[in-house]
């Protein structure tokens, strides 16, 4: 009973301090507390390959189509080539852009990528004006005929944690 009545005075602190309001920036600063939980975070410490610029093409295939579509600067133009169809995505990109924004930019930082075959793993940090909020988070990314490209589905799954829904297909 005890631990409920402590959880219920910490969730009315918490709500208490971010306002009552539904401002942009409440938003976003709930955003950037949602980020985490659709992604999947690492859950034990495992030795991965570190990221050496130019040793392995592939490699750095997948940072640079993880760096670009996460990045809150970037345009969909610029995001749609790393994208598995990415067709009716500029409202969602727009959206993300102005989330970004309010929190002094988002981006991520790819920490290691394993690629078998036509698949990747990737280990990031989601930043927050530059700042690492979100760490030891992992997704995936695959080998199609446009070279390396992030699915729909996990590319939504980030954007619906960041509060900028994705269309249905």
């Known amino acids: 009973m005890k631990r409920m009545i402590l959880a219920g005075a910490a969730v009315a602190i918490v709500a208490a301090a971010c306002g009552g309001d539904s401002t942009d920036e409440a938003d976003a600063v709930e955003a950037a507390t949602t980020v985490a939980p659709t992604t999947t975070a690492a859950t034990e410490a495992v030795a991965r390959p570190a990221i050496v610029p130019g040793e392995d093409a592939d490699v ?38 102005a989330t970004g924004t309010s929190m002094g930019g988002v981006s991520l930082d790819p920490k290691s990528v394993t690629v078998d075959g036509d698949t990747a793993a990737v280990s990031y940090d989601f ?26 589905e996990m590319f939504c799954d980030i954007m619906r944690s960041a509060r900028s829904s994705c269309p249905t297909e």
């Open 60 to 97: 750095d295939a997948v940072v640079e189509a993880y760096v670009v579509v996460f990045d809150s600067t970037t345009t969909y133009e610029e995001k749609a080539p790393y994208l598995v169809e990415p067709e009716g995505l500029e409202e969602t990109v727009a959206t993300y852009t």
């Open 127 to 152: 930043l927050f004006g530059g700042n690492p909020s979100y760490t030891n988070l992992t997704g995936d990314a695959v080998r199609t005929a446009a070279g390396w490209q992030i699915t729909r």
